[in-house]
């Protein structure tokens, strides 16, 4: 075998191996115009799958506190994206998700992404041997460097993780924090907790970090990625925002009117264990994101 054709073979592996690691309370809403996706699901939405989506342009604000407004996303297009279980880490992800349903929107000053996929069980609890269901989105941070999708591998990228378990923190009022210390995986490809850890205090719903290559994931020290999630009938319907611009360009996602930017995503089936690189995942290429000028 050619040196060129080994490299080829090495880095293709590394891929694989590198790109699958990232380890609301109240009365739920249902979504009327959203139907399951899982792939053994029936009225599945009709929307074709798309590597290519568009945040419209709306006069518009969404109060989390108050809701997601699901009356008002009605009207916005949505885009299905497929997602892939990861090969790589054991035990392998179960196949209860084939894609994810996606909308988005900004009012000039704000962006905001309607997230919305299959999950036959609500898992949002903290403790010990608990995993919480959970959606990320990941924007590259410098645009002019060809950042790989592995994790910010040769560049940067800035990752919104939404997760159950700090959304009931935030909005459940009957929720009180874990006693005990309790596991979380919170590294790649963790097989058993180096430590224990206690519940860590973030101010919202949704973590905000910043990663530049395998292992290298960490929660910024700023967090201003706000979201909230609503689970009902077989369903997660949840909305992340953040400010379009923010004054932190080393380590912040970018956001113009105007551009075309790179997108990844991930989902985590709390119930069925998925955590760290266990998860399904948007695929190994960027897709991109039109935000309508």
């Known amino acids: 075998m050619k040196m060129c054709d080994r490299t080829a073979l090495r880095l293709l592996l590394l891929a694989f191996a590198l790109g699958l690691a990232l380890g609301g309370c109240g009365k739920p809403q249902k979504d009327p115009t959203e139907a399951p996706t ?18 419209v342009k709306k006069d518009k604000s969404i ?39 996606v909308k988005a929107f900004h009012n000039r000053k704000e962006i905001y992404i309607h997230l919305s996929w299959a999950d036959p069980s609500e898992s949002r609890d903290f403790g010990v041997a608990k995993f919480s269901d959970a959606v990320a989105v990941m924007w590259p941070v410098d645009t002019a460097t060809q950042s790989m999708i592995i994790m910010g591998t040769g560049g940067k990228v800035n990752i919104w993780q939404w997760r159950g378990n700090l959304d009931r923190k ?11 210390a309790y596991v979380d995986y919170y590294y790649p490809f963790e097989k ?4 224990s850890v206690q519940d860590r205090d973030y101010p919202h719903a949704v973590i905000d970090y910043i990663a530049k290559g395998f292992a290298t994931i960490t929660p910024k020290s700023r967090q201003s990625v706000e979201g909230r999630g609503f689970w009902h009938d077989g369903r997660w319907n949840v909305v992340i925002k953040r400010a379009l611009v923010t004054e932190d360009a080393k380590e912040e996602a970018q956001i113009v009117a105007g551009d075309k930017m790179k997108i990844a995503f991930a989902v985590w089936n709390g119930g069925k264990r998925d955590t760290g690189g266990r998860k399904f995942f948007s695929g190994l290429a960027w897709l991109t994101i039109d935000v309508e000028k």
Request: glycine share 2%.
């Open 63 to 101: 109060d989390l506190s108050k809701g997601i407004d699901e009356a008002f996303w009605a009207e916005l297009p949505a885009y299905r994206v497929k997602m892939s279980k990861q090969p790589m880490q054991k035990p392998f992800s179960h196949n209860t998700l084939d894609s994810l349903s």
């Open 192 to 195: 058993k907790e180096a430590r």
């Open 38 to 55: 899982g792939p053994n699901e029936k009225n599945a939405p009709n929307e074709p799958t798309a590597d290519s989506l568009k945040a």
């Open 170 to 180: 935030q909005f459940d009022k009957s929720y009180r924090k874990p006693l005990t």
